[in-house]
C-alpha cells in the first residue's frame, strides 16, 4: 500500500465529516487508507465514520491520549509506505496526494513534507514553515517579532528546505516515522510537532516546505486564546528545550519564568466581527432547504464575480472541486471583503471559520 492518511479526531465531527470526504477525493487513484483514531470524543464523530464511511478504518480510544500518543496508535495500524498526519479540521485539494507523492520520489534523505495551509478566509498560516524555536527567536515570538521563528528564506509559493513543520499536515516515510520513534508521548498537546520535525533533522533527513500545494486549516494561526492554551503550549516548550537544548540552570530558570509570566500581559488581537448582507451560493442550483434558513437574501452563481463586500459565499461541492474550493479561498484572501461556508458533498451543514482564533461555524440543515 502507498498511502496511509491517519487523523485524530476528538469532538469535531461535522469538521471531520468534510475532512474525510476530501480525503477520499485525493485517494481515488492511489492505493490508500484512512485510519480515524477518536480521542474519546463525546460527540458522535465515531457513529458518524461508521454510518457514512465505512471503509475508513475506526480506532476507538476509551479516554483522550493526547495528540502524540493517539496518532502512534494510528501509525502502529498503518500499512502505506508513506504516512500524512493530518488534523480533522483540514481540507486536501484532489492532486494534494499525488502532487506530494510524486515530489518525494527517488529523494532518499527526504524528511517530512509540508504544504501552504490557508485558514478560513483564506490568509496564509505562517507556522506552515518554521525555524528551530531556539531559546531566542522564541523570545522575540513571544514578544511579536517572529522574523527568525518563521522560514521566511522561502515565500508562500516556493519549495525548499525547512526546519520545523506543523502538525496539522506532515507527509513522511512510515520508515522515518518509525526510525526517530514517532510523536513523543511526553507532549500531551503542542510542541510534539516541533519535536519529531527536529528528531527527523537529527537524524540526518531534511524536512521539506512544498509550496505547490495548498490545504485549508480551519483551526487558523495558533493564538494565545485563554491562559490554559498557554500553559499547554509553553509547557510544551519546556519540554522540548529540556529534551534538546540543556543549559546552565541560572539560564534555564530565566527561561521557565519567562515562558511562565509573557502570557499574562500577551494580549489577543482579536479580528473585527462583519454582519453577512447577502450569501452567494457557488453552484448550478441552491439548496431550498438551505436557503429556507438563511437570514438573508441568497443569489445563486456558477462562479466567483464582484459581489459586495460582507457576502458570505457558501461554496457547493457538490458542484465545485475541493482544488476549486481551497482555489477561492487562496485567491481572494488579500481583500478579505467575503467570508465562507462549504457544503460538502452530500452533506446536510455548511462550515466555515471566519476569524484566526476560533474553529468556525456550523449551520445544519
Known sequence: MKLSVIILNYNVRYFLELCLKSVQAAIVNIEAEIIVIDNNSEDDSCAMVKSVFPEVKLIENKENFGFSKGNNIGVAEAKGEYLCILNPDTVVAEDTFTKLLTFSNGKDNIGALGCKLINGVGAFLPESKRNIPYVKAAFKKLLGNSSKYYANHLSEQQTGEIDILVG???????????????FDEDYFMYGEDIDLSYKILKAGYQNHYFGDATVIHFKGESTLRDKQYARRFYGAMQIFYKKHFKKHLIFDMLVWIGIRVV??????????????????????????????????????????????????????????????????????????????????????????????????????F
Open 263 to 364: 502570557y499574562l500581559f500577551r494580549k489577543v488581537k482579536r479580528d473585527a466581527t462583519t454582519s453577512v448582507l447577502q450569501y452567494a451560493f457557488i453552484s448550478n442550483t441552491i439548496n431550498k432547504k438551505l436557503e429556507a434558513i438563511l437570514p438573508k437574501k441568497v443569489l445563486l452563481s456558477d462562479a466567483v464575480t464582484n459581489f459586495e463586500p460582507n457576502t458570505e459565499l457558501i461554496l457547493d461541492a457538490n458542484f465545485l472541486s475541493y482544488k476549486a474550493i481551497i482555489q477561492i479561498l487562496d485567491a481572494n484572501s488579500s481583500s478579505r471583503q467575503w467570508t465562507y461556508k462549504i457544503l460538502p458533498h452530500d452533506s446536510n451543514f455548511i462550515l466555515g471559520s471566519d476569524t484566526t482564533i476560533s474553529r468556525g461555524e456550523i449551520i445544519q
Open 168 to 182: 496539522a499536515f506532515m507527509f513522511l516515510k512510515k520508515t522515518v516515522y518509525d526510525s526517530v520513534g514517532g
